[in-house]
């Protein structure tokens, strides 16, 4: 079965420091989404992207965050100056289009801010 | 408004019994409502999904109760076994393609 694949699984930075993070959506998929779960609770929308553009964003996607779609198969979230705040872990997913199709989720990368 | 309230946090189930959790909404805009697992170091995975024009759906050992009146559903897990040990999302959307609401989570544990 097609997977969204994430890298890295594990990510530590300093704090101030830049950090992207890269998918590989499902081939065929249109919609791709990042969001993020920080330890021990719910899983928080980030953004969506489709047709090259941000759909929609939370208040979370601040100016710090970019979604970019560099090529035709990756699918990048970068941090410009992380926080200690944007330790989390944080999920890809895509989706096609049409009424029965879920979105996939990636098993994520763990960011650790020190 | 957006908000999926879930509910228990946590639950202990005997091998065999019924696993039962529940959740609640608020946007009547919502359309489209996944349930989710997550195992450990994993992404979360799409369980079984309902849409509100359906009042139960059944895929196994699981089924989904869905009262659009009440804006309530829940999961059932029949014959609940060790490996149904994880952590279950109950979810909204709008559309299938929109972002996805998630509850807090109920973290389940299946004793032998």
């Known amino acids: 079965e097609p997977e969204v694949t994430q890298t890295p699984s594990h990510q530590v930075t300093q704090m101030g420091q830049e950090v992207i993070l890269r998918c590989v959506p499902i081939?065929?998929?249109?919609?791709f989404y990042w969001y993020r779960q920080i330890l021990g609770q719910k899983v928080e929308f980030l953004v969506s992207?489709?047709?090259?553009?941000?759909?929609?964003k939370s208040e979370i996607f601040d100016d710090q965050f970019s979604v970019e779609r560099p090529d035709g198969s990756n699918f990048t979230l970068k941090i410009r100056s992380t926080k200690l705040e944007d330790s989390a872990m944080y999920f890809c997913?895509?989706?096609?289009?049409?009424?029965?199709?879920?979105?996939?989720f990636g098993d994520g990368t763990r960011l650790s801010i020190l | 408004q957006q908000q999926v309230k879930q509910s228990p946090q946590s639950l202990i189930v005997q091998k065999g019994g019924i696993s039962i959790i529940n959740c609640a909404y608020e946007?009547?805009?919502?359309?489209?409502f996944p349930w989710y697992q997550q195992f450990p170091g994993k992404g979360p995975a799409l369980l079984i999904a309902?849409?509100?024009?359906?009042s139960e759906k059944k895929e196994g050992r699981f089924t989904i109760s869905f009262n659009k009146s009440a804006k309530q559903f829940s999961l059932h897990i029949m014959d609940s076994q060790p490996g149904d040990s994880a952590t279950y999302f109950c979810?909204?959307?709008?559309?299938?393609?929109?972002?996805?609401?998630f509850g807090p989570g109920t973290s389940l544990s299946v004793i032998p």
């Open positions: 992207f489709y047709n090259n553009e941000i759909s929609e």
């Open positions: 309902i849409r509100p024009d359906v």
């Open positions: 946007n009547t805009a919502f359309d489209y």
């Open positions: 997913a895509s989706s096609d289009t049409g009424s029965d199709q879920p979105q996939h």
């Open positions: 081939s065929n998929h249109l919609y």
């Open positions: 979810a909204a959307s709008t559309r299938q393609w929109d972002k996805v609401i």
